[in-house]
């Protein structure tokens, strides 16, 4: 009853009323004759707290504190009623993790983003309209460890090529049919290495998911192809000829001195991909809905017969961005739904499947991946990888006690740092780097990492490359003092660090360079400083 009365006479407490409402028990029963003498009855028995209140008094206080927040009122109580909680902290801490959840789930619903995002210069919950400028601090985590550049890493100046749009252009320009990656012509590479380039970045090479381009299609696109990097299987698409064909433009353009490069998405696979269809307990899910709300009776986009795949029908009307989808086994029944992938800048993307990194098989099993992408192509560019830092995935999927907000419903799965770092005791990429070294030595690894981890993504995890995104902003808003800054902090913090950016106009999640920067002075200007700055200089197709 006094916990009862609490709840009623709490101005934060008023919009779930109904859950709690006094009004009939007041009316029909003995309840306000007994709660109106509780006060005079607490006062007379033993205080608590530093304080020294009586019950109503102690708990009443943080209702007087802040009397219209639900947030404040735990951040009363974390201050003043730590000695008392004892193992009710962590679930207070979780519960202040869910309302960051819910106020951010609910600002989102009323202010969608006109498109996706940057994710270059975002940091992890912060401003993606500037770009901040990289600072760096030398600490016992991040030691230095580069990884030794082969002689041919610092020449390497790439060209990346959206491979169906690549192909269809070239069939347009020489007039005849070019479908196939051996179709591409002996003159266009011949162009490639006549022009500079040692290093072409076939995007979009691998077996798609086919889920992903129904979705789109159902979505109000009906011309839209698979995202490229929504993935049913590390094998080359069949309808860009399979490996015999890639072999063949491997080897027409090594004779030419030009390597090809390849993404490797790590973080998530396709929604339909053969992982989610013969290894779903290697996904972050629930064997239940986080939210009530979500409905799951859309069309099954599965094309596999074992398993049924639906989305969350509020995707198709956008009502809605869900955090998972529903896979349904045929043949045994079982249910879970799978978290899709996200870094915590926008929506959800509708058409992945998140990996679950604690899981030590599922390491290795990306690992081997990676080993297998490495063996056909000398360059990797990994996609995302600053969302698979230890603190950052922690952040998004495992966040500590009370920290919360990064993707909803997470925080209530919520571990400390210890219990985290004994599921995933070292680093990905630092195991990553080191196999790839001994396993397939002579491999160029590139990290499009975000966050402010340029340096420590290089330095410590030792990446042979990563993105400089702060080279493209900087350049196109002509905040040059800044830029200057970037050098400058990099050079008197490690200038090896310096030679070791991806330096670009434009790349596949952005506006293209002409859009950015134009056709005049402005564009060659700073096409010059790309060409001629330290780092790896990357065009862009278009």
């Known amino acids: 009853m006094l916990l009862l009365l609490l709840a009623n006479i709490n101005p934060a407490f008023q ?109 992890a919950g912060g401003d993606s309209s500037a770009e901040a400028i990289p600072s760096f601090a030398r600490t016992e985590t991040e030691h230095e460890q580069f990884s030794p550049d082969q002689d041919w890493m610092p020449r390497t100046v790439m060209m990346a090529k959206s491979v169906y749009v690549w192909l269809h252009q070239l069939a347009k320009a020489y007039k005849r049919p070019v479908d196939r990656l051996d179709q591409v012509p002996d003159e266009e590479l011949d162009l490639l290495a006549r022009r500079g380039f040692n290093g072409l970045w076939l995007i979009g090479l691998w077996e798609r998911s086919r889920a992903s381009q129904r979705i789109k299609q159902m979505c109000g696109n009906p011309e839209a192809a698979a995202s490229a990097y929504s993935l049913y299987d590390y094998v080359i698409a069949n309808d860009l000829g399979g490996e015999a064909a890639y072999n063949n433009l491997r080897d027409r353009a090594w004779h030419r001195g030009i390597r090809l490069a390849s993404d490797m998405v790590p973080n998530h696979m396709g929604i339909d991909s053969r992982w989610v269809i013969e290894h779903p307990d290697w996904f972050l899910s629930l064997p239940y809905s986080p939210y009530p709300a979500y409905s799951f009776n859309g069309p099954d986009v599965s094309s596999d017969d074992r398993v049924e795949i639906k989305i969350e029908d509020h995707y198709y009307d956008r009502s809605d961005a869900a955090v998972v989808f529903r896979r349904r086994d045929r043949w045994s029944g079982d249910t879970r739904f799978i978290y899709h992938g996200n870094d915590g800048t926008s929506f959800p993307w509708n058409d992945t499947a998140q990996l679950n990194y604690l899981k030590a098989e599922v390491r290795e099993g990306v690992i081997q991946t990676i080993l297998h992408v490495a063996r056909m192509f000398p360059i990797i560019r990994f996609d995302a990888a600053m969302t698979l830092a230890k603190k950052h995935y922690q952040r998004l999927w495992f966040p500590e006690p009370g920290t919360g907000g990064g993707i909803p419903s997470r925080a209530e799965h919520g571990l400390t740092k210890a219990e985290f770092d004994a599921a995933m005791p070292v680093e990905f990429w630092r195991e990553v780097v080191d196999r790839v070294a001994v396993e397939a030595p002579n491999t160029l690894l590139l990290a499009e990492a975000f966050w402010l981890m340029e340096g420590y993504f290089v330095r410590t995890l030792g990446m042979h490359r990563v993105y400089n995104s702060a080279f493209m902003n900087m350049m196109r808003d002509e905040e040059n003092a800044n830029y200057r800054s970037v050098i400058k902090n990099t050079l008197s913090f490690d200038p090896d660090v310096l030679k070791r950016y991806v330096n670009f106009m434009n790349n596949p999640d952005e506006r293209t360079a002409v859009d950015q920067f134009g056709k005049g002075d402005k564009y060659f200007g700073v096409c010059t400083l790309m060409s001629t700055l330290p780092g790896l200089p990357m065009f862009a197709h278009g």
């Open 15 to 123: 919009p779930f009323k109904e859950l709690f409402d006094d009004s009939s028990l007041a009316r029909d029963t003995g309840y306000a004759q007994v709660t109106v003498a509780l006060p005079e009855y607490f006062s007379s028995r033993p205080g608590f707290g530093a304080r020294n209140q009586n019950l109503i008094d102690l708990l009443r206080a943080p209702a007087l504190k802040s009397p219209d927040s639900l947030e404040g009122q735990l951040a009363f109580i974390r201050q003043e009623w730590t000695p008392l909680l004892g193992d009710l902290f962590r679930k207070m801490l979780t519960a202040m993790a869910v309302l960051k959840e819910e106020e951010m789930a609910v600002w989102m619903r009323f202010h969608p983003p006109d498109q996706q995002p940057r994710r270059g210069g975002v940091q």
